[in-house]
């Protein structure tokens, strides 16, 4: 076989049409040798004969696609110093861009002797590992457009791509839990029927299956495990893991374009599948143990872990950010995917000990021109001192919002003392975002992920359920702010059956009309239950799928209703944080842009933020005081809305607002089911909310008034036929029309004003937050 001596760069393997250059970094090892795989596992060992700044490569010109291939790296072993080579051991390329089979947990993947960790394993791993695969490169994105939806207008959907279409009965058997059948229609037409902008998969970089899940007959569901950062899952792949895999993803990727969505990706960056000291040897641990790692200073055997996983990339390592920035850089470039959530992404910030929002990494995200161009969402937190950085990421990231998960679901269960937040959370949480100059979008808010219950369980459940994990119930979080409606899991009770399904339709709806960005989590709209199980990450089962036989029709439609009405009015999906100050008007007096209500109809005072009706809440947001254009020049205005909110135990009636702030209303939502009025109540009318109910109105004005600029064109009458009791939503589809405009606009870079009339006073402290 003829070797030549190749290029440095790029890394890992490329083929070009005539053979494939292979390239691999190591700084320790004193030699590197490539291996090849026969079709019966047979090896064909070459060394490598080139080494260029510790990157080690050649060119051989009869290797093609779906060649198997893995590296045998020679160098010094010395763990407390903190070299771990061992030719022994086949190891998987860290850019390998596909990945064929799995590892079966032999001895032999280990260094040591299994219950003697200071030893020295020299049995031969190869025939039980998985292997790299040279790939095809190209593929034909003819056609293909990248949606890049601005964020207000985007709506997240969390999904597994297993769970989502594991159980769908209009998918193929042969495509169900892969990404083909993500691409079928069925599952298309539901993302668009509810309005989905954003399909954000749970991680489908090839991970590793835990042994100790598989000895329980459990496995790595969830996949938080990675051991390759360029290759997609190959168990996800429904034709084949020679390369195949990829093709299908690109197809995947290429479909959900044409159908208006993007593809954001959940990846792990802060660890790796090798984890702790008596963790396999699989890949970076054999090829560079130190510079992929965060080893302890004072003794190199051991890892640094911030994770709970074992282990902590070394991003101050010049090799291991390089392998971070390649891999977003190839899933953007290549595999055409819109963005990416970071698991754990405060990991990514330790250069050395503490939480540093302008780290490296950060900086080479920052100034790259192709991965800051896409959606950057960090979970804003981890395990080490210091892991809760909700708020503290640079301006242009976004982060899961634990703050709203949590405020939003003690208002929703009666919790005292909330309202304050509830109102901050509800307006984009400015008190977290707006002093980096970051807006309200900078807010990805949610109240179910994939970790934690579901939403079904969030009003089913006080507990957790945990037994099916094999912890004794000592896995998954125990404080869940959930509360069950009075009986424990399932029920006939239909008082209760009721309480449960309207608690779900405010969740919903406060999501979908919060300022900020929603993401919903696969499932959560057709009423998807784990049985009390908040902890999936070992159920690769019908425990975590999605059972669509058993969907809830009327909460899809509500869902979809909800989702359709945030869609047509940008006054639920503001760019700019409110400020509290009047915005003129044709006639009367200027209104502020928000104003907060009691249930007398009353301006709220401070004081009242602490009053005996802690528990409800009216908003009136204003159509005409939207900062800001929209794209093409133009001031967006919109019609004003009325939320009324109530977490009390019984009905509450609501007064309607003096006629400045409308002199009719229109009920658009009312979470108890069907109105009981649907013609427009005048001002001063009194609105019944339900015990635990949301009520939404739409400012009504003559029919002779000019439509606002900024509204949408479609649907002047109203075409939405009612839906059942259980999920109303009486959205008539006209068009808003606010009142003529006659305020200049405001400067598009006018800074809010910190005391506006639209903050609110915590109680604990009386001092003001920004709502």
């Given at each position: ?36 795989i ?27 696609p ?73 593929f034909?994105?003819?056609g293909?457009?990248q ?10 959907y969390e999904?597994h ?35 989905v902008?954003?399909l ?10 835990d042994?100790?899940?598989?000895d ?10 990675t ?13 084949g ?25 959940d990846v792990?960056?802060?660890h ?23 080893l ?23 090799h ?50 192709i ?129 449960r ?7 919903l ?15 959560d709209?057709l ?15 019908e ?30 999906r ?44 009216g ?11 929209d794209r ?5 205005v ?15 009636d ?15 939502i ?51 036929a ?11 589809e ?30 604990d ?7």
């Open positions: 076989m003829e070797v030549w001596p190749g290029t440095a760069y790029p890394l890992g393997a490329t083929y070009d049409g005539t053979g494939t250059n292979f390239a691999i970094f190591s700084e320790v090892a004193e030699k590197v040798e490539l291996v090849l026969g079709e019966r596992g047979k090896e064909t060992r070459i060394p490598m004969p080139e080494v260029d700044g510790y990157v080690w490569h050649c060119y051989i010109p009869v290797v093609g779906g060649q198997r291939y893995g590296y045998r790296v020679h160098g010094p072993n010395d763990p407390a110093s903190g070299t771990r080579c061992n030719p022994n051991k086949l190891l998987l390329d860290p850019y390998a861009k596909a990945v064929s089979g799995q590892i079966d947990w032999d001895p032999s993947l280990f260094s040591y002797n299994l219950g003697d960790p200071d030893s020295v394993n020299n049995d031969d791993s190869g025939r039980h590992m998985m292997y790299g695969v040279v790939i095809n490169p190209f034909d994105w003819t293909d457009r949606p890049r939806t601005p964020y207000h207008e985007t709506v997240i999904a791509v297993k769970g989502l279409t594991e159980l769908h009965p209009e998918i193929p058997e042969a495509q169900r839990g892969t990404y083909a059948g993500v691409t079928h229609p069925a599952v298309i037409d539901h993302l668009t029927r509810l309005g902008t954003a954000e998969l749970m991680p489908v970089h090839q991970f590793v299956n042994s100790t899940l598989m329980k007959g459990l496995s790595n569901y969830w996949g938080y495990n051991i390759g950062f360029f290759a997609p899952q190959n168990t996800y792949g429904a034709f893991d020679r390369g195949q895999q990829v093709q299908e993803f690109k197809a995947m990727v290429k479909a959900m374009h044409a159908a208006g969505i993007e593809v954001i990706l792990v960056y802060n790796t599948a090798e984890g702790n000291h008596l963790g396999p040897t699989l890949s970076f641990r054999g090829i560079d143990n130190a510079a992929y790692y965060r302890v200073e004072d003794d190199k055997q051991f890892y640094m872990d911030y994770t709970g996983t074992g282990n902590s990339l070394n991003v101050r390592h010049p291991s950010l390089q392998l971070l920035m390649d891999s977003l850089r190839y899933w953007v470039t290549e595999m055409h995917v819109d963005g990416f959530r970071f698991d754990l992404a405060a990991t990514l910030a330790r250069e050395f000990y503490d939480v540093d929002r302008l780290s490296t990494f950060f900086e080479l995200v920052q100034q790259d021109p991965v800051s161009q896409v959606k950057l969402i960090a979970e804003p937190w981890d395990i080490g001192p210091g892991g809760y950085q909700v708020g503290n990421f640079p301006p242009q990231w976004t982060e899961w919002n634990g703050k709203y998960r949590d405020t939003v679901r003690d208002f929703w269960r009666g919790e005292p003392a909330t309202l304050g937040e509830f109102a901050s959370r509800l307006t984009g949480s400015a008190d977290l975002y707006e002093y980096s100059g970051r807006r309200p979008v900078a807010s990805i808010n949610f109240v179910t992920a994939h970790d934690g219950f579901t939403m079904a369980d969030l009003v089913s459940y006080n507990e957790k359920h945990n037994e099916a994990n094999g912890e004794d119930n000592n896995d998954g979080e125990s404080h869940n702010r959930s509360w069950n409606c009075g009986v424990e899991g399932p029920t006939d009770d239909p008082e209760i059956v009721t309480m399904q309207r608690q779900q339709r405010n969740f709806a406060t999501l979908m009309l919060s300022q900020g960005v929603p993401m919903i989590a696969h499932g709209e009423g998807r239950t784990q049985q009390g199980n908040n902890n999936t990450y070992c159920q690769d089962s425990l975590s799928w999605i059972d669509w036989s058993n969907a809830d029709e009327a909460l899809i439609e509500f869902t979809a209703s909800v989702n359709r009405l945030r869609a047509q009015h940008p006054t639920f503001r760019r700019r944080f409110f400020d509290g100050r009047p915005v003129a008007r044709g006639e009367g007096e200027p209104l502020p842009d928000i104003a907060w209500i009691t249930p007398a109809g009353e301006v709220m005072t401070p004081e009242d933020w602490d009053s005996g009706f802690g528990r409800s809440v908003v009136f947001l204003n159509g005409n005081g939207i900062r800001g254009m093409r020049g133009s001031r967006v919109d019609d004003s809305f009325l939320m009324l909110f109530s977490a009390h135990d019984q009905p509450l609501f007064t309607l607002p003096h006629e400045e702030y409308g002199t009719a209303w229109r009920l658009v009312d979470t108890a089911g069907v109105p009981e009025h649907i013609e427009p109540l005048p001002a001063g009318a009194s609105v019944t909310v339900a015990d635990k109910g949301l009520v939404v109105l739409q400012a009504v004005m003559a029919v002779d008034t000019p439509v606002a600029s900024g509204a949408p064109a479609a649907a002047a009458v109203p075409t939405v009612p839906v059942p009791v259980a999920t109303q939503v009486a959205l008539h006209q068009p808003p029309t606010g009142e003529p405009v006659n305020a200049d606009p405001l400067p598009d870079d006018l800074s809010p004003s910190p005391a506006a009339a639209g903050a609110t006073m915590d109680p402290d009386g001092t003001q937050g920004q709502s």
